[in-house]
């Protein structure tokens, strides 16, 4: 986003009525706003009030320079909320829910403002998206998903269109996880075959964002997964790749060519062949020496190629370059390759390290990795 979007022209005529700012979460000096804004998904858009910080509009997700105008517009709006129809007002009734994270209040919020505003009222695609995203934030994946299968039949094909679909679906697979894979007459599995029909649609849409296609394959490609399709999930994950592959080589500098690194090593994870992203990965650790992303990946790349002490140096470059609660990832990478190499020792003082770095952070900043080296020390010490 910040090199094909942000840049748009569209967005220079706001220039004068906001005033932009971007924020590394993960950095440590950056702790205090994280604490007074936290972060569910990344990237994530606010719009707030300059006088009261409070948050008129939370978007998760990337969004087209259109839709950025447009949460900014709405924001505008809700700032100075006067005379608002039914459906603009719940808009923005949905829009301080959604920032003050009541997501379930939110959705419901979104939902009123579709069914007030009707077919034709030109908030709807950014409703229906934020419902969606709502219900899964909410940790409510059944109504995501649903909400997703009814939505999506009014919803224009663009953008928005195709983050709704890849979003149902992403939580229709996490219903499949609840219930074990079960399913049965409007369980599940329907909803799944529903929704991968409507994703494939969107994959094929024109006006979609290259992370938002690249999602509908992760998820598409997952999905044939779980149904046990190894030949349909291999056939995604090698298109997912390729098209990945030909984004990369559009760019113009070796940063915007690496924002395409993390999505290379999960497709190429996925298709079952690592060492296909690897040269692209080392490519960055070469052009971009003093950034942490590419070494990790590095080291994800070489534990699957059994190449366990370039994994653990990797790891050691990356720590160096790693800050905040980015360590913790890289210092589960490292136990992963010391656990790998056998040096089981090292590996859970790695992971009690990673345990006491990411538990000294805020409970804001705290990563999900941290989550993950928990669980590994634990089945260390009953090993």
């Not at 938002?212 to 598409?220: A, C, I, K």
Request: proline content about 5%.
């Amino acid at each position: 986003m910040r090199a094909h979007v942000l840049t748009d022209a569209r967005l220079a005529k706001l220039a004068g009525r906001f005033v932009w700012l971007g924020i590394d979460t993960e950095k440590p000096g950056n702790a205090a706003f994280v604490e007074r804004f936290p972060i569910d998904a990344w990237p994530t858009i606010l719009v707030v009030d300059p006088e009261t910080e409070a948050v008129l509009v939370r978007w998760a997700g990337t969004a087209t320079a259109e839709q950025i105008e447009r949460l900014a517009l709405d924001g505008e709006r809700a700032l100075h909320a006067r005379g608002l129809g039914r459906a603009d007002a719940a808009l923005a009734r949905a829009d301080r829910l959604l920032g003050e994270r009541k997501h379930a209040e939110a959705a419901a919020a979104f939902r009123e403002a579709i069914e007030a505003g009707g077919p034709s009222w030109p908030g709807r695609a950014r409703a229906a998206e934020a419902a969606v995203q709502s219900l899964s934030m909410a940790g409510d994946p059944a109504a995501c998903a649903g909400s997703a299968r009814a939505l999506l039949p009014a919803t224009a094909r663009g953008a928005s269109r195709a983050r709704v679909a890849a979003q149902g679906l992403a939580c229709a697979l996490e219903i499949e996880d609840g219930d074990g894979g079960g399913g049965g007459a409007g369980g599940p599995r329907p909803l799944v075959a529903a929704l991968e029909r409507e994703a494939r649609r969107a994959l094929a849409a024109r006006g979609v964002l290259a992370d938002d296609r690249s999602w509908l394959y992760d998820v598409l490609s997952e999905a044939r997964e779980r149904a046990g399709d190894e030949a349909g999930k291999a056939r995604l994950a090698r298109e997912w790749l390729a098209f990945l592959e030909g984004e990369a080589a559009k760019a113009r500098t070796p940063a915007a060519r690496s924002a395409y690194d993390g999505q290379r090593v999960s497709a190429a994870l996925r298709l079952g062949e690592p060492a296909r992203a690897l040269p692209a990965i080392e490519a960055s650790m070469r052009d971009l020496p003093d950034d942490y992303a590419p070494p990790t990946l590095a080291g994800v790349l070489y534990l699957e190629l059994d190449r366990n002490a370039d994994a653990l140096s990797a790891a050691d470059r990356a720590l160096a370059l790693a800050k905040g609660p980015r360590r913790v990832r890289v210092l589960v990478l490292k136990a992963q390759a010391q656990e790998a190499i056998g040096d089981r020792a090292a590996a859970r003082a790695t992971l009690e390290q990673a345990v006491r770095e990411g538990e000294a952070m805020s409970e804001a900043s705290q990563p999900s990795h941290l989550r993950r080296a928990r669980k590994m020390l634990s089945e260390l010490g009953q090993g």
